[in-house]
């Protein structure tokens, strides 16, 4: 490696170096004193950072570094997470961590200026012909002021909101299905899979930062302990072939894949939801919203959940707040897509 892909210099505030597998206990203290002051709606725990060590292709050793005080103490640290080399869609995500009591050093603004630079050299070294640009990104939750100002001062822009939603069952009266012509709202079917999967990949295809979902990990997150494919639904055409000549989600326009959770919550989610691109604004979602609340009522459940990845957060709280659904708090994802400029300043 050359020496510039050895250098860990961040600021001459704190001294840099690698993260080391060692540094992960002292790491995990540090998350515990941020998570306390900062209340985010992901905590991480030494577990978690034991298993994204462990991921395959972390390289963590090449791709974080800590900072500590005079006294050795780590009290801030940034690490990036890569796509594995060989996807031809490489991402870095990446995630930033400063003590409370070091953070008017503007330590975090630096330290991401380090972390998109890394992730570009470790572009170049693995890019060939046939990778697309790379797209840089982090997640931060929406009250965290001073982190996103730091994110978005070092060249990101906020792509995409999270958050969650929640609507009790029984207080009022549930909406009646819609009538869809040439369309109908079927309970989901194993034989479907394949078709919907290639419908959630070709309705999320476009979202900054979006990653096709593999055969080996939409199976995996269909057998999970909690999904509940009795209560999942699909939207297919009716009585027509599918929009696209060949289109790998043959019928299948639309889906919500749901789970229950018959813990003291007694809730019944909704974990994908998605319509394709060409079908939308026909009420599909609507009707895939409302099927799975009736669904859930049907099976005994108290309350309706949702998961909300959009990047227009105030229409997707509209469209779910017509249904009976409250926002809890939300989490903005900041990135960017390089460009050859993006390289030429390097």
Not at 107 to 124: D, G, N, S, V
Not at 302 to 327: I, N, R
Request: glycine share 8%.
């Amino acid at each position: 490696m050359t020496q510039e892909w050895e250098e860990t210099f961040v600021d001459d505030v704190l001294d840099w170096s690698f993260l080391e597998f060692d540094d992960l206990k002292e790491l995990s203290e540090l998350r515990a004193a941020i998570d306390y002051m900062d209340d985010p709606v992901q905590v991480l725990s030494y577990q978690d950072l034991v298993a994204a060590w462990n991921a395959p292709g972390s390289h963590a050793h090449d791709h974080a570094v800590v900072g500590r005080e005079k006294g050795g103490s780590i009290v801030a640290y940034g690490w990036n997470h890569p796509t594995a080399s060989s996807d031809p869609n490489p991402q870095v995500w990446f995630e930033i961590g400063v003590h409370p009591a070091w953070r008017h050093q503007h330590i975090r603004h630096r330290l991401t200026l380090w972390l998109i630079a890394r992730a570009k050299q470790w572009y170049l070294h693995i890019r060939d012909e046939n990778t697309r640009p790379l797209w840089v990104g982090t997640s931060v939750d929406e009250k965290r002021v001073g982190l996103a100002r730091s994110i978005v001062e070092a060249g990101l822009s906020a792509q995409r909101w999270f958050f969650d939603m929640h609507r009790p069952l029984g207080t009022a009266p549930l909406p009646p299905m819609p009538d869809l012509p040439e369309l109908v709202i079927e309970p989901f079917d194993k034989s479907l899979s394949e078709q919907v999967r290639a419908a959630h990949n070709e309705a999320f295809a476009s979202r900054p930062g979006a990653v096709p979902v593999s055969r080996d990990a939409w199976e995996s997150s269909l057998q999970a302990g909690s999904a509940r494919l009795q209560l999942s639904w699909v939207a297919l055409l009716e009585g027509r072939e599918a929009s696209h000549v060949g289109a790998p989600h043959g019928q299948v326009v639309g889906y919500a894949i749901n789970r229950s959770y018959d813990d003291e919550t007694n809730e019944g989610w909704t974990e994908r939801l998605g319509v394709c691109s060409w079908c939308r604004r026909k009420g599909i979602g609507r009707a895939l919203v409302i099927a799975s609340m009736r669904g859930f009522a049907q099976a005994g459940l108290g309350t309706a959940g949702v998961g909300v990845d959009t990047e227009d957060p105030k229409a997707a709280e509209e469209f779910f707040g017509s249904l009976g659904y409250t926002a809890t708090e939300r989490v903005v994802v900041y990135g960017r897509t390089m460009t050859e400029a993006d390289f030429s300043q390097q």
